[in-house]
T-cell receptor, first 111, second 111 residues
Framework: SQTIHQWPATLVQPVGSPLSLECTVE??????LYWYRQAAGRGLQLLFY??????ISSEVPQNLSASRPQDRQFILSSKKLLLSDSGFYLC??????????FGPGTRLTVT | EDQVTQSPEALRLQEGESSSLNCSYT??????LFWYRQDPGKGPEFLFT???AGEEKEKERLKATLTKKESFLHITAPKPEDSATYLC????????????FGKGTKLTVNP
């Protein structure tokens, strides 16, 4: 069966510091991968998605970036965090471009 | 622009008291409508996909239905363990991977 991992689970970072969140999927090949952010009182917002290694599409212009160095690895990064980057970051995968399966999430607090 | 509105924002039920959650959507050609359950501090858990008006799907005490403008999640004889936030999302036709989510309905079932 397929499993999806995210780490770290929680993170507290000062404004202006860099960020790296990692997501890996097991039990499937060539999945579509997604990064979402869930802010308090708002719905899940798609940030990036990838249909293959090195292929990244951005949905929202911001100071975040994503990379896919391996087939089942998806990384979310920032060079300098803003207070507004705080939120719950979720990675998801799909193998048929329909339903998406989510990881456990990373709670990011920027102070 | 694709939009999803969920109502009510919060719902309190007594154990055994059946009710329905609503998801109204506006989309330029529906590819699929998705229901998820999210427990506090965790990633959303996939429940159902509905593809066309008139379709229904069931899982234990949950039943999802779809019309051309909205979807309902019916909860029959709920138990306290059904307490969670239920999220609705739509995916539009046209090749985009994007799921557009509503803000969710927070369900509390009291024993």
């Amino acid at each position: 069966s397929q499993t999806i991992h995210q780490w770290p689970a929680t993170l507290v970072q000062p404004v202006g510091s860099p960020l790296s969140l990692e997501c890996t999927v097991e039990g499937t090949s060539n999945p579509n991968l997604y990064w979402y952010r869930q802010a308090a009182g708002r719905g899940l917002q798609l940030l990036f998605y990838s249909v293959g290694i090195g292929q990244i599409s951005s949905e929202v212009p911001q100071n975040l970036s994503a990379s896919r160095p391996q087939d089942r690895q998806f990384i979310l990064s920032s060079k300098k965090l803003l207070l507004s980057d705080s939120g719950f970051y979720l990675c998801a995968w799909s193998d048929n471009r329909r339903e998406q399966y989510f990881g456990p999430g990373t709670r990011l607090t920027v102070t | 622009e694709d939009q999803v509105t969920q109502s009510p924002e919060a719902l309190r039920l007594q154990e055994g008291e059946s009710s329905s959650l609503n998801c109204s959507y506006t989309v330029s050609g529906l590819r699929g409508l998705f229901w998820y359950r999210q427990d506090p501090g965790k990633g959303p858990e996939f429940l159902f996909t509905l593809y066309s008006a008139g379709e229904e799907k069931e899982k234990e005490r949950l039943k999802a239905t779809l019309t051309k403008k909205e979807s309902f999640l019916h909860i029959t004889a709920p138990k306290p363990e059904d307490s969670a936030t239920y999220l609705c999302a739509v995916q539009a036709q046209g090749g985009s991977e994007k799921l557009v989510f509503g803000k969710g309905t927070k369900l509390t079932v009291n024993p």
